[in-house]
């Protein structure tokens, strides 16, 4: 085995250790301390104790943008996975057909957050949007749906969109770990008379087990800190309807001056969305074995 | 011998000047606000630069504008570094008290009483900065006011005129509605939109004071009688089916209200008088059937009718206290609101606050928005404007509730209230 | 297969289909409309006549400004993400030392930082270190929070590699800076493309740093372009939808003609980990 002196670990480690801990770990501590404070984001800082803590735990619209992430959490592991795999082995056999519709499929992750907002706000136009009119097109003259102005549906309205953005994203993931399947595995089983739903369940399925796990994890992550389309398409609104933990501590943060109370919830967020990743890679690891 | 040093002394010297000369030319004033290409002011504000960076050649300034929510974020952040611009706008109001409180702005007082500069203001423009009986920024650009936009050529084809109370009012909206209008165009996406007509009914309701004396804590309350009437009648008016359907997803910043203006759709829009300019340029046509009335009175009200919300003074611009060129700065902003400026902001449609600009004006309907302002015995400064952030922020939250009815009259009152005791007790 | 069967998959792929495509026609015919059009006719109209003009008025509005200014940050980004992460991957998945594990879940939790709270703190450091309103200055905050994602990705793949490749160069002589640039390198390019496209794509499009760290409109990156852009434009639904296709087309572009790369990429990359 080689020998490898500690400086040289340390020199490999270096560049992204220092530029990781400047940039991203620095912000975590002084959120810490922040949220200890009364402050505006500049001027006078006065000390509160834990009062700012005490608030989170009372603060009925975190409570309410929790649950909405833990919806959201929910409805992109079991809405973006499941149709990404899905696509991914409709798209797997490899003809004309599939090359094209593999690039169309991909298009939607290729546009800013900004742009995917932008867009979903002209189909979700309740007046002139591309969804009403298509509702009136086909008949539905009478059915008029609030897409972003109904407090019990603005939330799915808006997960629609981010589904529509992210399940590229899974689905070529999956697409690129189904065709690492070594075919004789496949060719194996069908001398063995076993049917394609059998193949699915008893070959591809496995082997997809630590994509699809990891797959998971990003989907967690990224739906516990989601911040920029809800933030563009609804502000999250009506009403808070719509508010998530990210666009909560943004408007604390930003709008409302309270510096202080943002940072304590920032810090919250990071400690549950660490808290549920490391549960949910300690649940799959011992799955595992 | 002599002439070669000579030579040297000449070059030396000239190399000096040089030196200076280009570091004189690297003062710069940094000068940050909202006027981005789409606003129709960045032209004044550039010839303002260029004015005065060609009489005072040893200073430029350096322009750098940010959309309107960006800003305040962006301008927040640089003061938490404490690294502000030499020239900030604001909109005056709880905010700009905020950073004065916390020392970042320089007081303009002195600079204002020299010379009479002062006397170049609309005196109500200033007094939006004026805190502690001393001044922070100068306004530059529009006094605003809200007014209730309406379809003459929709209003004639129902049969309805101007209502002057509310109870006409509440006719003119089922008339319009049984003839399949949607009687006023509203994108509450935004919550300030909402917010208008909440300020103008608490404002008719229950008169200034029922503001003043809540926000100013002299003895009022946000949950006071003309707060939770206000809020009841905004649902009476939502359930009469007077706003468009979807309202709080309606989003103000791609127009979608207008766009039901336009599209024959809706008959009336309470907005600020900026709408005017904006369809001057999307739908230029349109104006021809095109006016505005003042907001309907209340008969057990407390409110003046002539009383408007609006703004005696749009953009403001202050100096920051940590500037090196605090001269200068107020320098240029003498450039910004000279006659020449003034000019030119009432040519785009501005009503710019200062004194005389009425002579400029020759848009018939902007000497009605102006005469609607002069004629106002109080003007309401727009409530997130007045108010410190975080009351602000309470006061815009209940707007969807209220519109949605998500939230009771009651409710909405009591959240703001409670927010300006936790904000008041904590000062 | 059977015949219900070839129906669902055929069904399921057209409604896909339409779900993706059919936004994007929409975008594409809007931008060619006039605003007047756009409100007169229906949603599903074509427009009446092709017309470039949305397109010359936007790329006239400092397109190719903000394309430049992105591009440059995007890809001097990437190489110190793709180098910093892939030497930091290497040891943790490769050699044995008392921290490894605590090393890479210090770069996983990573993961779970809600950019926003850094904002003031990063914007502190970038004012300290000079580099306020300059495109370098991005690049830093860029790097810091793509490196969690890079690593999680190259670590697992490295940690495939098997051992006897380096060991058989160690044997003949080789450092462990030769192993790592001639033997560990060229084998994880799969891995390494996965990282590039998953960033880039992230990059090109980031906004909230570059809001808060650029402000000369000189230096403005494309989200931020168009961002001014939506706003300059406001009820102009086809100017809009022109800003919003030419914000996509570079990589749209970049997508259809590397099209099997990335696939291939990602094929590598993707299971392992």
């Known amino acids: 085995m080689q020998k490898v002196s500690k400086l040289t670990i340390f020199l490999f480690l270096l560049p992204a250790l220092l530029i990781f801990s400047l940039y991203m770990v620095a912000p975590i501590p002084l959120s810490a301390f922040y949220s200890f404070f009364r402050w505006k984001g500049f001027g006078e800082r006065v000390f509160v104790g834990l009062s700012n803590w005490v608030e989170l735990i009372g603060d009925g619209i975190f409570h309410k943008a929790l649950f909405n992430n833990f919806k959201l959490v929910f409805l992109s592991l079991f809405g973006q996975l499941p149709i990404a795999l899905a696509l991914a082995i409709l798209l797997a056999k490899k003809t004309r057909i599939t090359d094209i519709l593999k690039t169309i499929y991909f298009v939607p992750l290729l546009m800013s957050s900004v742009a995917v907002a932008t867009l979903w706000s002209n189909i979700y136009d309740p007046n002139f949007g591309l969804l009403n009119m298509f509702l009136q097109t086909i008949g539905f003259e009478n059915l008029f749906i609030d897409y972003l102005g109904n407090p019990k549906l603005a939330l799915y309205s808006v997960i629609v969109a981010i589904n529509w953005r992210y399940i590229p994203f899974y689905m070529i993931l999956f697409l690129a770990a189904i065709k690492n399947i070594p075919d004789e595995l496949y060719e194996a089983s069908r001398v063995d008379g076993a049917s394609k739903w059998e193949n699915f369940r008893y070959i591809t399925l496995p082997l997809l087990r630590p994509t699809i796990i990891n797959a998971s994890v990003l989907s967690l992550v990224g739906s516990l800190k989601f911040f920029d389309i809800v933030y563009v398409l609804t502000g999250g609104g009506p009403n808070n309807a719509s508010e998530l933990m990210a666009t909560y501590m943004y408007k604390n943060a930003f709008n409302s001056l309270r510096m202080g109370y943002g940072s304590t919830i920032a810090l919250a967020l990071f400690i549950i969305a660490f808290t549920f990743s490391i549960i949910f890679m300690k649940v799959t690891k011992k799955g595992a074995k | 011998m002599k002439k070669s040093l000579s030579l040297v002394v000449t070059v030396s010297m000239f190399l000096v000047i040089l030196l200076s000369v280009s570091a004189i030319a690297q003062e710069e004033i940094v000068l940050w606000d909202i006027t981005t290409e789409a606003e129709s002011e960045l032209p004044v504000i550039q010839d303002a630069i260029a004015r005065f960076e060609a009489d005072n050649p040893e200073y430029t300034i350096r322009h750098v504008p940010t959309s309107n929510d960006d800003y305040k974020t962006k301008l927040q952040v640089a003061m938490g570094a404490n690294n502000e611009p030499d020239i900030f706008m604001s909109w005056g109001g709880g905010p700009l008290k905020e950073y004065v409180d916390a020392g970042k702005v320089m007081d303009m007082t002195k600079a204002l009483k020299q010379d009479d500069w002062i006397e170049r203001f609309v005196p109500a423009g200033l007094e939006i900065a004026r805190f502690d009986g001393n001044y922070y920024a100068v306004p530059i650009t529009g006094m605003r006011a809200v007014l209730m936009f309406y379809r003459t050529d929709i209003f004639e084809e129902v049969g309805v005129e101007i209502p002057e109370t509310y109870e006409d009012f509440k006719d003119v909206i089922v008339q319009l509605k049984d003839a399949g209008y949607i009687p006023l165009s509203l994108a509450n996406k935004n919550r300030w939109t909402g917010s208008m007509y909440y300020m103008y009914l608490v404002d008719r309701i229950g008169g200034k004071e029922a503001f003043l004396n809540a926000a100013n804590r002299n003895g009022g309350s946000f949950a006071s009688e003309a707060f939770v009437r206000a809020g009841e009648v905004i649902q009476e008016l939502v359930d009469l089916g007077a706003f468009p359907p979807g309202v709080n997803g309606l989003d103000e910043d791609q127009g979608q209200s207008r766009q039901l203006l336009y599209a024959d759709r809706a008959a009336m829009y309470l907005m600020g008088d900026w709408a005017y300019g904006l369809i001057k340029n999307e739908n230029p046509a349109m104006l021809e059937n095109f006016s505005f009335f003042r907001f309907p009175v209340f008969e057990d009200g407390k409110g003046d009718p002539s009383n408007l919300v609006g703004s005696p003074g749009g953009n403001m611009y202050s100096v920051a206290k940590s500037s090196e060129h605090q001269e200068a700065a107020i320098e240029f902003l003498k450039y910004l609101s000279d006659e020449t400026a003034a000019k030119q902001l009432v040519d785009l449609g501005n009503l710019a606050p200062f004194r005389g600009v009425e002579e400029y004006l020759d848009d018939p309907f902007m000497i009605d928005i102006y005469n609607a302002l002069n004629n106002a015995n109080y003007v309401q400064l727009y409530y997130d404007q007045y108010l410190p952030p975080q009351i602000a922020q309470a006061h815009l939250d209940t707007i969807q509730g209220l519109f949605g009815k998500t939230m009771t009259p009651e409710e909405a009152a009591q959240m703001v209230e409670e927010e300006a005791q936790k904000y008041f007790n904590e000062q | ?273």
Do not use: C
């Open chain 3, 1 to 273: 297969m059977s015949k219900t069967a070839k129906i669902i998959v055929i069904l399921l792929a057209g409604i896909w289909l339409l779900i993706t495509l059919y936004p994007f026609i929409f975008m594409l015919q809007t931008s060619m409309k006039t605003n007047m059009e756009y409100f007169t006719t229906s949603v599903w109209a074509f427009p009446e006549n092709i017309s470039l003009d949305n397109y010359l008025t936007a790329m006239n509005s400092g397109f190719i400004r903000f394309y430049l200014n992105s591009l440059f940050v995007t890809i001097t980004s990437l190489v110190i993400i793709i180098i910093s992460a892939s030497m930091a991957a290497y040891m943790i998945a490769k050699i044995d030392f008392k921290l490894s594990n605590s090393v890479f879940s210090f770069f996983l939790a990573g993961m779970m930082i809600p950019i926003h709270i850094t904002l003031i703190p990063v914007y502190r450091m970038t004012q300290t270190m000079g580099l306020y309103d300059k495109l370098t200055g991005l690049i830093g905050p860029y790097v810091a929070f793509s490196l969690p994602i890079s690593i999680f990705i190259l670590t697992g793949f490295i940690a495939e590699i098997p051992r006897e490749l380096e060991e058989a160069a160690y044997i003949d002589g080789a450092n462990i800076f030769q192993i790592f640039t001639k033997i560990i390198f060229p084998l994880i390019k799969p891995a390494v493309s996965t990282v590039a496209i998953y960033n880039l794509v992230l990059l090109w499009n980031e906004f909230i740093y570059a809001l808060v760290l650029i402000s000369n409109p000189d230096k403005w990156n494309l989200t931020l372009g168009l961002w001014n852009f939506q706003g300059q434009y406001g009820t102009n639904v086809p100017m809009v939808m022109t800003g919003v296709m030419l914000s996509v087309l570079p990589l749209l572009l970049f997508y259809i003609f590397l099209q099997e790369k990335v696939i291939k990429g990602m094929t590598a990359g993707a299971v392992k980990g």
